[in-house]
């Protein structure tokens, strides 16, 4: 793996390689929350910041939990090869105070080369102020029960720590939010809202798993001066990456950002396909500099957003940078990572699992009127305890099939 030993954070111009290029692509933007944004994840999976989640822990609110999916779309029988976490770069979330731009804080993950098969990867995590651990990750099987998830206790500080193969939390129709922004592009300004819901409530992700990292840590650990903590997700590799004659990569050099995730939707819905490369190896800084406003601006022209509610997403998602946050003054209660009315992604209290992100942000696109896709929670109920997430889906007993194979 390399890495530097551990690289010192470096947040500066982010490309992959020595220049990321003009990609050609169809003019239609893609839809899936964070899953496959840009060209360069649709080919670096391993990369693909798929969803990030932060919310308090319903049972403890003195107590965060963050979660980052990455890889999306693995399906039950194939996640016994395809559950392993990239060795070869750098798991990220970036933590800034109330509204500032500029990180100040970090939680770093490594993890160690791993088959896939009957062993577990070993991560090892850094933690703000430089304590580190190390925990197993889960080991996934072909059976039709899945391995409980292990879940490691940091002795020193009480954190808490998981890593492993789960069914991917995020729910969405995936063609119908497509259609809808596809149609804003042809028809600028008079987009087909009908086109959202029409595939009643299809969950395009129902029966997919994703890797997914967790970790839940005393607030007080990343809270500054704010009552308020912005968070992103970012992976991240050396910028020389040599396939040696054994097999192996080997990193050098500057560490930059492949793919980032801090608002849902930022990267798929409103950048163009042109941009969308430049802004995912961007970082936070860059967004409240203005870098990618004209286009966002195009894009909610084109969905008809009106300008009172282009100020609102700006705010959201540009002029302090395209951060999650989490004011921890809002309770977050109830079951499977928290339902309570008044907490969660509408009320600047992160962003839990059950957080309908999809119908509240196509919503505020929507000039405040009510759009939906329909499809309102997950195929499977989350956990009431952390890492909170449902186990992953498996492959079936010969002879069975799911009866909602296809709903």
């Known amino acids: 793996m390399n890495f530097a030993r551990y690289a010192k954070p470096i947040l500066g111009a982010l490309t992959l390689g020595a ?32 969803d990030q989640y932060a919310f308090l822990d319903p049972n403890d609110n003195s107590k965060i939990v963050l979660i980052m999916s990455t890889q999306g779309f693995i399906v039950s029988s194939e996640h016994f090869g395809m559950g392993i976490f990239d060795p070869n770069q750098r798991y990220r979330w ?17 993890y160690s080369p791993g088959l896939g098969h009957l062993t577990s990867q070993t991560a090892t ?24 998830p292990i879940i490691t206790t940091d002795p020193t500080t009480g954190v808490r720590f998981f890593a492993g193969v789960m069914d991917d939390p995020f729910f969405l129709d995936d063609t119908g939010a497509n259609l809808f922004v596809a149609s804003s592009v042809m028809h600028p300004g008079h987009p087909d809202r009908s086109l959202l819901g029409r595939r009643e409530g299809r969950n395009t992700y129902a029966g997919f798993n994703t890797l997914v990292t967790a970790i839940e840590l005393p607030v007080s650990m990343l809270k500054g001066g704010s009552d308020v903590i912005a968070i992103d997700a ?12 054994d097999g192996e990569i080997f990193g050098s050099g500057d560490v930059q950002t492949v793919d980032r995730e801090g608002v849902p939707f930022a990267n798929n819905v409103l950048i163009p396909p042109p941009l969308k490369n430049q802004f995912g190896t961007s970082n936070t800084v860059a967004d409240a500099s203005g870098k990618f406003r004209p286009a966002i601006i195009a894009s909610l022209k084109a969905l008809a957003t009106d300008n009172a509610h282009i100020a609102t997403i700006l705010a ?33 209290g992160g962003r839990r699992l059950q957080d309908d992100v999809t119908t509240e942000t196509f919503t505020l696109i929507n000039n405040g009127v009510r759009l939906t896709d329909d499809v309102l929670h997950d195929e499977q ?11 992953p889906n498996q492959p079936y007993p010969p002879g069975h099939e799911p009866s909602n194979m296809f709903q």
Request: proline letters at 10%.
């Open 381 to 391: 109920p989350f956990r009431n305890v952390f890492p909170f997430v449902a186990d």
């Open 94 to 110: 970036e933590i800034a105070s109330g509204d500032a731009v500029y990180p100040d804080k970090y939680i770093d993950v490594y």
């Open 234 to 245: 970012v992976t991240q590799r050396q910028r020389n990456q040599v396939l040696r004659p």
């Open 19 to 50: 220049a990321v290029g003009v990609w050609l692509l169809p003019a239609a933007p893609i839809v899936a929350s964070n899953h496959i944004d840009s060209p360069l994840t649709t080919q670096d999976r391993g990369a693909n910041v798929a």
């Open 316 to 348: 959201l998602v540009q002029v302090h940078g395209d951060f999650l946050r989490l004011n921890v003054k809002v309770p977050n209660l109830g079951p499977g990572g928290g339902t309570n009315a008044g907490g969660g992604f509408l009320h600047n």
């Open 125 to 148: 995590i850094l933690l703000p102020g430089g304590h580190r651990f190390t925990a197993p990750t889960t080991i996934a099987v072909q059976t039709p029960h899945a391995n409980p």
